[in-house]
């Protein structure tokens, strides 16, 4: 059983990440055009930083959750047959144990040098221009895939989702692209776990609401008890 599960910020939100565009969400407080586009990095850069430096400070505020261990339990029973891709830039399905991720939209831990094109593992702020390890350049930026910008690693992700059996959305409101497609490109079943509906909720055969704590160890605890029995 191949699996592929795309997450979206909703896993993170019980940790107490805020989502994008649920109320109170991230694109509540910010203008998604001043703080996630290139051109708006150009314009300001401070001030992007600073939305970055913030988010990623708040990290070390929260930990994974039960649905980030769920998913643990099931590559562990999966290994290479299970791909966790994920549009969050958070570490919590890291540090939930999880080592099958790939983050499409980059991380909030990762800086970028715009002169040498170096990534570096990045823990601290960014907004005091620190100069880059490998060419000493003050032009890090963080790692996080804007809009206008391209996803990481679509190839692996396309061949993942033509190869899969089961394709799994956990957690995403289905609004921004490439991830909303993923379900048509999906050839095996699939299913979304959301709190409600997703925009692309139709395109699934089967659609669970609830919280992601809850909705995703059951989904796991079936998965696995099912693989079980079709084995014994
Ligand atoms: N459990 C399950 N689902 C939840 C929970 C929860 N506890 N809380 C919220 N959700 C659902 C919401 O119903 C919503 O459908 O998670 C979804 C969050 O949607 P968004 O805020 O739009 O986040 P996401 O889909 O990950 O955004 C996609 O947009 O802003 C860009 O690059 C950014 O990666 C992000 C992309």
């Given amino acids: 059983?191949?699996?592929?599960?795309?997450?979206?910020?909703?896993?993170?939100?019980?940790?107490?990440?805020?989502?994008?565009?649920?109320?109170?969400?991230?694109?509540?407080?910010?203008?998604?055009?001043?703080?996630?586009?290139?051109?708006?990095?150009?314009?300001?850069?401070?001030?992007?930083?600073?939305?970055?430096?913030?988010?990623?400070?708040?990290?070390?505020?929260?930990?994974?959750?039960?649905?980030?261990?769920?998913?643990?339990?099931?590559?562990?029973?999966?290994?290479?047959?299970?791909?966790?891709?994920?549009?969050?830039?958070?570490?919590?399905?890291?540090?939930?144990?999880?080592?099958?991720?790939?983050?499409?939209?980059?991380?909030?831990?990762?800086?970028?040098?715009?002169?040498?094109?170096?990534?570096?593992?990045?823990?601290?702020?960014?907004?005091?221009?620190?100069?880059?390890?490998?060419?000493?350049q003050a032009t890090l930026r963080p790692d996080i895939v804007w809009f206008g910008e391209i996803p990481y690693g679509m190839d692996l992700v396309e061949q993942a989702l033509w190869d899969c059996d089961l394709f799994v959305s956990i957690g995403t409101s289905g609004v921004v692209y490439p991830a909303a497609a993923f379900v048509h490109s999906a050839r095996g079943a699939t299913l979304e776990l959301n709190l409600e509906p997703s925009e692309g909720a139709s395109a699934f055969a089967e659609s669970r609401q609830g919280p992601a704590t809850q909705l995703v160890p059951a989904w796991v605890d079936e998965l696995l008890g099912e693989a079980t029995r079709t084995s014994s």
């Fill in 1 to 136: 059983m191949r699996v592929v599960v795309l997450t979206g910020a909703g896993i993170s939100a019980e940790s107490g990440l805020s989502t994008f565009r649920d109320s109170g969400g991230l694109w509540e407080g910010h203008d998604p055009m001043q703080v996630a586009t290139p051109e708006a990095f150009a314009a300001d850069p401070d001030l992007v930083q600073r939305f970055y430096d913030e988010r990623r400070a708040a990290l070390a505020r929260v930990r994974p959750n039960a649905a980030h261990d769920a998913l643990v339990r099931l590559e562990r029973a999966l290994g290479d047959d299970l791909l966790v891709v994920t549009q969050n830039v958070d570490d919590l399905h890291e540090r939930a144990g999880a080592t099958r991720v790939h983050h499409i939209h980059g991380r909030l831990q990762s800086a970028w040098c715009t002169t040498c094109d170096e990534r570096h593992e990045w823990d601290g702020p960014l907004g005091h221009g620190p100069p880059c390890p490998w060419c000493g």
